[in-house]
């Protein structure tokens, strides 16, 4: 047991820098709690000393989200599976396993997430607490995974992540707690048939939708400099279109889920993304294209990823609600992002679009709160558990109080 008075917070004098490294922040503590006993230390400390609170994954957000002046808490000694049910589907992890680790260690005991990403690096509470997504019409964001678990609270106490806050804990953002271990619902493993597929915008948009209703994960990679597209399908093996009009299959691997659903990226990026109910994706993709071309062209460095995510009930779910289709712009972090990303948001914003959490956005609560149906009751909750804001830096404030 570790008590207040045996701790005290590591001084920092060194600048921390997300992955795309737009971001940077020199916070004048950082720790990297083994326990929930530390855990509750540094969290009752900062709080004593008026000091902000901010947890931190893998940095591969590029908002704000994971900065702060004051302590910053990385996850990375809270990590593997704790426990599981194979028969009843569930496992326990601790919050900082990224979902790699996470996949390798549920296959050996037969599970499996629902879903992944692009890439599988990140941690399983970052993935959660931003609502990551990977692409599928009858497919969740991994928040929805979350079923229970425990976190450190503003006042340093440990607590169950009870139902009565579940749907406000997925998607929270650090703003609840630190959570240390998350209960996760899974499927049995099972194994994926991955094919890419190359093709032309004029060829492929007009089949994307039937194709995405017959295909389990599918999503659709566009390269405006070609002005060339790649279509990306994941299906359980002997299932799915054997051929697609117009275009060339370029490659097929059939794996279990965790090896073949993500990849890995070397190339850097910073990345705009909004999430558009889904009957607006095809007209809202068509005008960013138009845009794109006529205004962007030249500067525009890689692609603009097209995804579908099913709708849930978690209260800062950027698919709450509605089925959506998500539509990302992915820049290299080498060239200038800024008047690509601000000209195009107001066309995702004229589409009822959500920003993703983790990227680039330039919206505060005023403009959150009418896109978001449960906006009151997760602030309610959220200023129940932690009143003082101990896990409110002046960013997560403004986006989430207006203030
Ligand atoms: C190359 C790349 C590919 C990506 N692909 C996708 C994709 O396919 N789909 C998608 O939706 N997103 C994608 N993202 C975004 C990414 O999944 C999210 O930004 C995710 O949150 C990053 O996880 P992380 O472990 O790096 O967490 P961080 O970015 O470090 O943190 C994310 C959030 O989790 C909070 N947090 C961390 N630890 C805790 C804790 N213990 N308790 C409570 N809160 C905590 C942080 O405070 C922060 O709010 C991608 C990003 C990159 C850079």
Redesign the pocket.
Known sequence: MITDRQRSLHPNDAEIS???GSISFRPSYVEAPRSEEAMCAIVRQAARRGLKV??????????L??ATDDVA?S?EN?CGLINHDTEERWALVG??T?LDDMGRALNEVGLAVHN????N???????????????GRRLT??ATMLIGGR?VTADGEVQEIGRDILHAARG?????????ALKLRLLPRYRLRRREWCTTMDECFGQVEELSRGSRNLDMYWYPRSDRAKLRMLDPPGEGPERIRGAKLVMAREGWSNEVL?RK?TL??D?M?YAMPIEAGPECFLEVRKRVMEHHRRTVGWRVLY?YVASDDAYLSTAHGRDTV?I?LHQNNTLPYDAYFNDMEEIFLRYGGRP????KHSLSAEELEPLYPKWAEFRRIRRKLDPEGVFLTDYMSRLLEGR
Do not use: Y
């Open positions: 997300n992955w795309s901010r947890p931190m994954g893998r940095r591969h957000s590029s908002s989200i994971i808490v996850m809270m919050a900082g990224d992944l990403g692009d890439i690096v990140q941690t399983a509470v970052g993935a959660i607490s931003t609502c990551t997504h990977g692409s964001n991994l976190m929270s953002m650090g703003t609840l707690g630190l959570f240390t993500s990226r850097r990026f990345e993304e995804r998500t990302s993703h959490w983790g990227k």
